[in-house]
């Protein structure tokens, strides 16, 4: 049935989950109904108490907010508070078996956030920093959302709406129900009773801990840099250390990361030259998880009157998931304001959004199958090491293997963006001629 | 400044931008204030104050002119650049993104007709 469903004054929208995808979502579904001159009431369902500290508060993410989604917030008005930033981020510096070096920010400008997504890591004594996702939870409420606290239990589809019920006993009929509940499967359940052509995303294991150092070790050890390594390990495809405050954020990507993988890592020479020599990391880990991330996004995320964003439907592979919220909660609040909230809506409005984040996984999955390669050998390693090295002695527009090092470690850019400019004929040149010197100079060498 | 605040941190009487030169970024203040300047004259004039979520550069995303004001830190500021090539990518996607850009600028017109008014 091609038929639209509109809104109209007095529409009521519930959001299931108040992550950044829902938060985002009623954000801007309030900002678009307000522009439109529609009156309708958003309530935003999360069972979360973000302002707790461990795993209570916590939505289990690396915490980095990319560059660009900094600079679309920022053109929207929507500017990061000071205690919710744990640090900004001006440069990374790439680790390999071969060396270390610094590729600095295009325009010497903080433009990367780091933040934690509740209170912070268990035990967590800085009462001055907030969450990241209470802050845009808020920010949502202010623009006009009710914020209920509570878990859904049941929903239930009736001719003009969408019933849901939550553990407490609240009960009410929406004209939308939106899901942001993450990777969450008991909720998926829940979505699958009223859409059961849905299929959830797939997924795939990470590993993410916490280290508390103190200021001063981490301003002496990491500065205002994320480390990142490109380390020939089992499983790992890309592995990081973000300074936040008082700790460093460990973030492991890859595919089925566990226990041993996690220790192979760690007593990796070139991450535990990051650290103090004289220290026990294990004494300075109060928080550590394996959650899971979206690596496929998922099959009809929407029916009439009902629709899945961020995580629950499409992501971006392994970097910049709140920036993949961000688009995915914006294109459904677009598409339920001006066009309409029936199946058919979603379709024309909002398919095409989660389409274009799953072709350009599918170049992210290519790039990353490159980067596992380059990981394997070492002379491509050295190449690529001499290469970079060299490109931050010269002009910002002449760094081409380092901004696409940095759109690729940042998440900032579209992998089909990154990898049109590995195609330019002098970064490949560049490539080769640095791997070739560094062969020829390890050869003479010996 | 000791915050934690993004974007390049500009001293006080620092200028971002500068009357009659070719730019083509939009600026974004995250914390602190900026004075809006008109240096055509004998004599500077203080067209406005900017503070923080303002921006400021717009036309240079739209025309390819000269800055038509100089733009200065009044005490230590903090300001983000939106590349141009950025903003047109992201807004091809996202029209929206360029509603408040436009009730801004609107805003803007509006208090210079005021003013015009003000002066016949």
Same mark, same amino acid.
């Given at each position: 049935?091609?038929?639209?469903?509109?809104?109209?004054?007095?529409?009521?929208?519930?959001?299931?989950?108040?992550?950044?995808?829902?938060?985002?979502?009623?954000?801007?579904?309030?900002?678009?109904?307000?522009?439109?001159?529609?009156?309708?009431?958003?309530?935003?369902?999360?069972?979360?108490?973000?302002?707790?500290?461990?795993?209570?508060?916590?939505?289990?993410?690396?915490?980095?907010?990319?560059?660009?989604?900094?600079?679309?917030?920022?053109?929207?008005?929507?500017?990061?508070?000071?205690?919710?930033?744990?640090?900004?981020?001006?440069?990374? +510096?790439?680790?390999?078996?071969?060396?270390?070096?610094?590729?600095?920010?295009?325009?010497?400008?903080?433009?990367?956030?780091?933040?934690?997504?509740?209170?912070?890591?268990?035990?967590?004594?800085?009462?001055?920093?907030?969450?990241?996702?209470?802050?845009?939870?808020?920010?949502?409420?202010?623009?006009?959302?009710?914020?209920?606290?509570?878990?859904? +239990?049941?929903?239930?589809?009736?001719?003009?709406?969408?019933?849901?019920?939550?553990?407490?006993?609240?009960? @009410?009929?929406?004209?939308?129900?939106?899901?942001?509940?993450?990777?969450?499967?008991?909720?998926?359940?829940?979505?699958?009773?009223?859409?059961?052509?849905?299929?959830?995303?797939? =997924?795939?294991? +990470?590993?993410?801990?916490?280290?508390?150092?103190?200021?001063?070790?981490?301003?002496?050890?990491?500065?205002?840099?994320?480390?990142?390594?490109?380390?020939?390990?089992?499983?790992?495809?890309?592995?990081?250390?973000?300074?936040?405050?008082?700790?460093?954020?460990?973030?492991?990507?890859?595919?089925?990361?566990?226990?041993?993988?996690?220790?192979?890592?760690?007593?990796?020479?070139?991450?535990?030259?990051?650290?103090?020599?004289?220290?026990?990391?294990?004494?300075?880990?109060?928080?550590?998880?394996?959650?899971?991330?979206?690596?496929?996004?998922?099959?009809?995320?929407?029916?009439?009157?009902?629709?899945?964003?961020?995580?629950?439907?499409?992501?971006?592979?392994?970097?910049?998931?709140?920036?993949?919220?961000?688009?995915?909660?914006?294109?459904?609040?677009?598409?339920?304001?001006?066009?309409?909230?029936?199946?058919?809506?979603?379709?024309?409005?909002?398919?095409?959004?989660?389409?274009?984040?799953?072709?350009?996984?599918?170049?992210?999955?290519?790039?990353?199958?490159?980067?596992?390669?380059?990981?394997?050998?070492?002379?491509?390693?050295?190449?690529?090491?001499?290469?970079?090295?060299?490109?931050?002695? @010269?002009?910002?527009?002449?760094?081409?293997?380092?901004?696409?090092?940095?759109?690729?470690?940042?998440?900032?850019?579209?992998? =089909?963006?990154?990898?049109?400019?590995?195609?330019?004929?002098?970064?490949?040149?560049?490539?080769?001629?640095?791997?070739?010197?560094?062969?020829?100079?390890?050869?003479?060498?010996? | 400044?000791?915050?934690?605040?993004? /974007?390049?941190?500009?001293?006080? /009487?620092? *200028? #971002?931008?500068?009357?009659?030169?070719?730019?083509?970024?939009?600026? #974004?203040?995250?914390?602190?204030?900026?004075?809006?300047?008109?240096?055509?004259? *004998?004599?500077?004039?203080?067209?406005?104050?900017?503070?923080?979520?303002?921006? !400021?550069?717009?036309? /240079?995303? !739209?025309?390819?002119? #000269?800055?038509?004001?100089?733009?200065?830190?009044?005490?230590?500021?903090?300001?983000?650049?939106?590349?141009?090539?950025? !903003?047109?990518?992201?807004?091809?996607?996202?029209?929206?993104?360029?509603?408040?850009?436009?009730?801004?600028?609107?805003?803007?017109?509006?208090?210079?007709?005021?003013?015009?008014?003000?002066?016949?």
């Amino acid at each position: 049935m091609n038929k639209s469903i509109e809104l109209k004054d007095g529409s009521q929208i519930a959001v299931i989950g108040g992550g950044p995808a829902g938060s985002f979502f009623a954000y801007f579904a309030l900002d678009f109904a307000e522009r439109y001159g529609m009156d309708i009431g958003v309530d935003i369902i999360e069972g979360k108490d973000f302002n707790c500290a461990g795993p209570t508060g916590c939505n289990h993410c690396g915490g980095i907010v990319s560059e660009s989604l900094i600079q679309s917030l920022s053109t929207e008005g929507i500017i990061l508070p000071s205690n919710v930033i744990r640090r900004g981020i001006e440069s990374y +510096t790439m680790h390999l078996e071969q060396g270390s070096t610094v590729i600095e920010t295009p325009l010497n400008e903080q433009r990367i956030a780091s933040m934690f997504r509740g209170l912070g890591p268990r035990g967590i004594k800085d009462n001055e920093q907030l969450s990241f996702d209470n802050y845009l939870m808020e920010l949502s409420h202010q623009k006009g959302a009710t914020l209920i606290s509570g878990r859904v +239990t049941e929903t239930k589809k009736t001719p003009d709406g969408i019933v849901l019920k939550t553990k407490d006993g609240f009960e @009410k009929k929406y004209d939308l129900v939106v899901g942001a509940v993450g990777l969450n499967a008991r909720t998926f359940k829940l979505f699958q009773q009223i859409n059961p052509s849905f299929v959830p995303p797939k =997924t795939t294991k +990470t590993h993410i801990c916490e280290f508390h150092l103190g200021k001063d070790m981490i301003n002496e050890y990491f500065g205002n840099s994320m480390h990142v390594f490109l380390l020939n390990l089992p499983n790992i495809k890309f592995g990081a250390l973000i300074p936040k405050g008082n700790y460093v954020t460990m973030v492991l990507l890859g595919s089925d990361i566990n226990k041993e993988i996690v220790a192979a890592f760690l007593e990796s020479e070139p991450v535990r030259s990051c650290f103090p020599e004289d220290i026990d990391l294990n004494d300075y880990m109060p928080c550590q998880c394996y959650p899971s991330i979206n690596i496929l996004g998922a099959k009809s995320a929407f029916d009439d009157r009902m629709i899945l964003i961020g995580d629950s439907a499409s992501s971006k592979l392994y970097k910049n998931g709140i920036g993949a919220a961000y688009i995915t909660a914006k294109a459904a609040a677009r598409t339920a304001i001006f066009e309409g909230v029936s199946k058919h809506d979603f379709k024309k409005h909002y398919q095409p959004v989660c389409n274009e984040l799953d072709r350009d996984n599918i170049i992210g999955k290519f790039i990353f199958l490159v980067t596992t390669v380059i990981q394997k050998s070492p002379i491509l390693k050295k190449g690529l090491l001499r290469m970079v090295v060299k490109e931050q002695k @010269k002009e910002k527009n002449k760094r081409y293997m380092s901004s696409v090092l940095w759109d690729t470690f940042t998440g900032s850019a579209p992998y =089909t963006d990154i990898f049109k400019r590995t195609l330019n004929p002098i970064l490949i040149k560049n490539l080769i001629g640095n791997t070739f010197s560094g062969l020829i100079i390890g050869t003479k060498s010996k | 400044m000791k915050s934690n605040k993004l /974007g390049r941190l500009y001293q006080n /009487g620092e *200028e #971002v931008i500068k009357q009659g030169e070719m730019g083509d970024c939009l600026y #974004v203040i995250q914390e602190g204030v900026v004075e809006v300047i008109d240096e055509s004259g *004998e004599k500077e004039i203080k067209l406005a104050e900017l503070g923080e979520s303002e921006f !400021f550069g717009e036309m /240079g995303l !739209f025309e390819k002119d #000269v800055r038509s004001c100089t733009v200065r830190a009044k005490g230590d500021a903090k300001i983000m650049t939106i590349d141009k090539r950025n !903003f047109y990518k992201t807004i091809q996607k996202d029209p929206s993104l360029a509603y408040r850009l436009l009730e801004k600028m609107s805003n803007r017109l509006r208090e210079t007709n005021k003013k015009l008014r003000n002066k016949e």
